[in-house]
């Protein structure tokens, strides 16, 4: 855990100096960049034990040198045209691409951190009021899924989420389905962030957010006959007939939370946040796949497309309070934060030490 805190306590000592003293959007830049480097190197160096699919992955990155490119090229072809029963087959592809310039699986570890942190650091340093909050808010909650557990949809969110959300902001709706499609082929969970460009753009306007509230609340009543269809589509049918419910976690709690402040503190951050209905559109979103969750804990990983905008939400409530009293309740808000961290004893092991 020491690791963890360490490179925390790093974001916070460059967040002072180039983020508080004379700040400019240079030093923004650097900041976010030296950021995104420190995960990079933590990702990559870690040992195979750390994260609860890293061993898995490697085993799977090693079976792929036996197998051509050709074979999972066909694959992607059976499974997009005949219906093949394929799982992810992109993944497939990129691994054996990759494999042809190196086939180290600790070189492919710091490909995927990469992949993921600098398009991180980009939508960060384009869309946080507070970019060094942003980083220790995902260090806390989000490290432990994207940094040192997944590669198939770690790649998947850094392209339909971080890349993506620029493309939904400029309303290039062919970049953003080209985008969709890699991500999808890659994990296809991603497809669930689709419906985000379509409604991204709405005017925050009485009549519209009705229908919002009337859609969770059809959500929060109906529960599965609802979003049972979907969980098919997207593979999770059989958890559906499981005993297990999900809500009950504090992220849960946590995420609900947020959304409902964010709706109560809407009359002062659209003061200072031009871009405020992507934001909340995205919100609306957060707030539905967390819902989903509360009773259904498969769709967790669903949820994990959204729940990324609280790195951009939660600095925004910081803004909404006067600025001589900011200071505090920043610090307030880390440590808080750093105690939650801590009762988790995350463990940390570098590669040479195991």
Known sequence: MTIYLLNIALFLVWGFFLLCVNPTQRKRKWFCAIAALQWILLSGLRAETVGADTENYARSFNSFKSVS??????????YLFHGADVKDPGYGVLVKLFQYVCDDYRVFLFFVAAVFMIAMAVWIYR??????????????????????TGHRQTIATALI???????????????????????????????????????ANFELKPVYVSCVAAVIAAVTVLGRRLYAPAARLLGFGDELFENTIGGTGTFVV???????????????????????RFLY???????LATLLVVQQQSFMRIQQYYSLVIMLIIP?????????????????????????????????????QT
């Open 316 to 352: 925004e409530f910081v803004l909404c309070i006067q600025k001589r009293y900011r200071p505090l309740v920043y610090a307030a808000g880390v440590c808080v934060m750093l105690a939650f961290f801590v009762s988790t004893s995350p463990e940390y092991q570098f590669f040479w």
């Open 281 to 287: 559109n995205l919100l609306f979103l957060t707030t």
């Open 161 to 199: 989420v971080f890349i993506g959300y620029k493309y939904v902001k400029e309303r290039k709706l062919g970049r953003f389905l080209i985008i969709a499609f890699l991500a999808f082929m890659i994990h296809k969970s991603s497809i669930v962030f689709v419906p985000y460009y379509f409604i």
């Open 69 to 78: 490119l050709g074979s999972q090229l066909d694959l992607c072809w059976d």
């Open 127 to 148: 869309n946080s009021a507070m970019p060094c909050l942003s980083f220790v808010i995902y260090s806390i909650l989000f490290y432990s899924f994207f940094s040192v």
């Open 254 to 276: 946590l995420m609900l939370a947020v959304c409902i402040l964010a709706f109560v503190l809407y009359p002062f951050i659209r003061k200072h946040r031009p871009d405020t």
